[in-house]
T-cell receptor, first 111, second 117 residues
Framework: GQQLNQSPQSMFIQEGEDVSMNCTSS?????WLWYKQDPGEGPVLLIA?????ELTSNGRLTAQFGITRKDSFLNISASIPSDVGIYFC???????????FGTGTSLTVIP | ETGVTQTPRHLVMGMTNKKSLKCEQH?????MYWYKQSAKKPLELMFV???????ENNSVPSRFSPECPNSSHLFLHLHTLQPEDSALYLC????????????????FGSGTRLTVV
């Protein structure tokens, strides 16, 4: 299947700091999704992106669909303790219906 | 009740046992999915159902057997599992496979934490 590389694998930051993470694929995608998974729960959709260059916000979260269509970025501004969790990217190309998921970025926010 | 509900939340089973995982969604969605989540690995798609018809089996061993009696319910029947099958099994749903971009997102359940001993 498709390989999605997410980085960094984990982050430890102070409350109030901004966070940046990214996801890259070996092939072109038409849709990028960003999910957050809290401990003991399933992933929850944060942001969906549908065209190259698109920049979409959801509160303090902003995600971008990379111009090359092989990457996507997620930024969190002014982090708070409830931002703790694992953030997953997912992407889909123009063949088939399957979304491929990254391995996740684990975020820890230190109060 | 709304969203995607999975039961049980936790399951411990022996390698010779037969058990079933249940997923139920009240979102009016027509596509349902089983994913396997193992530590340090990406989510692995196992099965896809669209309007009760199985559209994808991602080379899953036959010891996992899905069943979708209607668009709201999805089961995963388990038998003679191996310890390496221990993982979090997530169910998800979406509007269907063929709608436009607004319906691409999945809604996930909270998962069943399976331990095979």
């Amino acid at each position: 299947g498709q390989q999605l590389n997410q980085s960094p694998q984990s982050m430890f930051i102070q409350e109030g700091e901004d966070v940046s993470m990214n996801c890259t694929s070996s092939s072109i995608f038409n849709t990028w999704l960003w999910y957050k998974q809290d401990p003991g729960e399933g992933p929850v959709l944060l942001i969906a992106l549908y065209k190259a260059g698109e920049l979409t916000s959801n509160g303090r979260l902003t995600a971008q669909f990379g111009i090359t269509r092989k990457d996507s970025f997620l930024n969190i501004s002014a982090s708070i303790p409830s931002d703790v969790g694992i953030y997953f990217c997912a992407g889909r190309g123009n063949t088939g219906n399957q979304f491929y998921f990254g391995t996740g970025t684990s975020l820890t926010v230190i109060p | 009740e709304t969203g995607v509900t999975q039961t049980p939340r936790h399951l411990v089973m022996g390698m010779t046992n037969k058990k079933s995982l249940k997923c139920e969604q009240h979102l009016g969605h027509n596509a349902m999915y089983w994913y396997k989540q193992s530590a340090k690995k990406p989510l692995e798609l196992m099965f896809v159902y669209n309007f009760k018809e199985q559209t994808e089996n991602n080379s899953v061993p036959s010891r996992f057997s899905p069943e979708c009696p209607n668009s709201s319910h999805l089961f995963l029947h388990l038998h003679t599992l191996q310890p390496e099958d221990s993982a979090l099994y997530l169910c998800a749903s979406s509007q269907d496979l063929n709608r436009g971009p607004a319906n691409y997102g999945y809604t996930f359940g909270s998962g069943t934490r399976l331990t095979v001993v």
